[in-house]
């Protein structure tokens, strides 16, 4: 890869089941005595760096769950970005579709107080650069299902959502199937605006997306309220359903897997989770682990409910309903049970990536907490 290349020039290969598209960032990460409120302060007693980024958190927590993924970004040409590189070539996501630019690599410096709370500031521009070259487009006609998180660039969203859209309306005249749409609206508006998916884009993506994740900040902020974004993500799902039936004609086809489709899930840390599906509202608990760090929960999540609502039954399960087509109310529970188990266990690690579990360590959190409920 050179610099200036697009993520379309990257050499051919083989498509991942499982496209994510965010940034590979690295997390320079301050241990503070308190995280300081306006015009405070506070003391670092520890400073390093790990790796993160939405769209490449969710991918190696796929690729550590044993799913094929890959990772469409672009990183800068510098010692952050080589860095990032070296550190993907090293795990088993599929790099085929990340760029190098000339901009400064995209890093966050991350305050985590005793409690593993945190603030994050973003700096580098080198995603905000992203461009999707024709090979990635085209990589999503062969991937089962594509992510997207909010902080890709709005040009760069609104030609994923136009190429799956295009892929979907193929797929009604060939019987094909279209890979799953995830969108993570993982920002406040505020924090999004000038680097991030706009409003307007981000309403296409709440119509159109198969399943659409947001958090207990930046759902508020995007629909006002948390009772409004359920209200009107609701609505939504309602209307898509109705479309699906025919009473709606002219909103364009979708993919879909059964009646609880399309679905949401807004999650509220240690408050649990909302899940919205087919229009139908339902609340769930978070797991009580004793928290080190909160920082990456929400894309392990994420990637938990991708794993077993989207990508299917894994090759070493058995006797477990396949994750596409498992659409009843107990196959929206135990998804977001399992996701749940995943961002849990990814709390009680320091930093976002080394914590995430495999299918193992999942299963076995789950089994020993099915067995401490019984009791």
């Known amino acids: 890869m050179t610099p200036e290349s697009d993520a379309g020039d990257a050499a051919e290969g083989g498509s991942p089941a499982i496209l994510s598209i965010g940034a590979a960032a690295i997390d320079e990460w301050y241990a503070v005595s308190n995280l300081p409120e306006p015009d405070g302060g506070a003391f670092a007693s520890e400073v390093t760096s790990a790796f993160g980024g939405v769209g490449a958190n969710v991918a190696v927590a796929l690729d550590r769950l044993g ?3 890959g990772l469409v970004s672009r990183v800068g040409d510098d010692e952050y970005g080589r860095r990032a590189l070296t550190y993907l070539a090293e795990t088993g996501v599929d790099g085929t579709h990340v760029a190098v630019g000339d901009d ?19 700096a580098g521009e080198s995603f905000r650069g992203l461009r999707l070259g024709d090979d ?15 902080y890709a660039p709005d040009r760069a969203a609104q030609r994923v959502l136009d190429r799956v859209e295009s892929l979907r309306e193929g797929a009604t005249d060939s019987d094909g199937t279209p890979p799953a749409l995830i969108f993570d609206l993982s920002g406040s ?23 659409f994740v947001a958090d207990g900040v930046a759902a508020p902020a995007f629909f006002g309220s948390a009772e409004a974004a359920v209200e009107r993500i609701a609505d939504a799902q309602r209307r898509a359903v109705a479309s699906d039936a025919g009473s709606d ?88 049970r399992f996701a749940a188990a ?34």
């Open 249 to 336: 004609p002219g909103t364009g086809s979708r993919s879909r897997r059964g009646p609880t489709w399309p679905r949401a899930v807004l999650t509220h840390g240690a408050d649990g989770m909302t899940a919205v599906a087919g229009g139908d509202v339902s609340q769930f608990d978070a797991f009580d682990v004793e928290t080190v760090d909160t920082t990456g929960a929400g894309d392990a999540f994420t990637a938990g409910l991708i794993d077993r609502w989207i990508a299917g039954r894994p090759p070493e399960a058995s006797g477990e309903p396949d994750g596409d087509h498992d659409a009843d109310r107990d196959g929206v529970a135990s998804g977001v």
């Open 189 to 211: 508006v505020e924090e999004l605006v000038g680097r991030g998916t706009e409003p307007a884009t981000i309403h296409r993506f709440l119509h159109r997306a198969d399943l």
């Open 67 to 69: 799913r094929d993924a």
């Open 104 to 122: 400064p690599h995209t890093r966050s410096l991350i305050l985590r107080d005793p409690d593993g709370e945190r603030a994050i500031v973003t």
């Open 342 to 375: 995943v961002a849990a266990i990814n709390c009680t690690s320091r930093f976002t990536q080394p914590g995430l579990p495999t299918r193992s360590e999942v299963e076995s959190f789950l089994a020993e907490r099915s067995v401490t409920e019984r009791e």
């Open 136 to 150: 990635a487009l085209a990589a999503m006609a062969d991937a089962d299902a594509v992510f997207l998180t909010a």
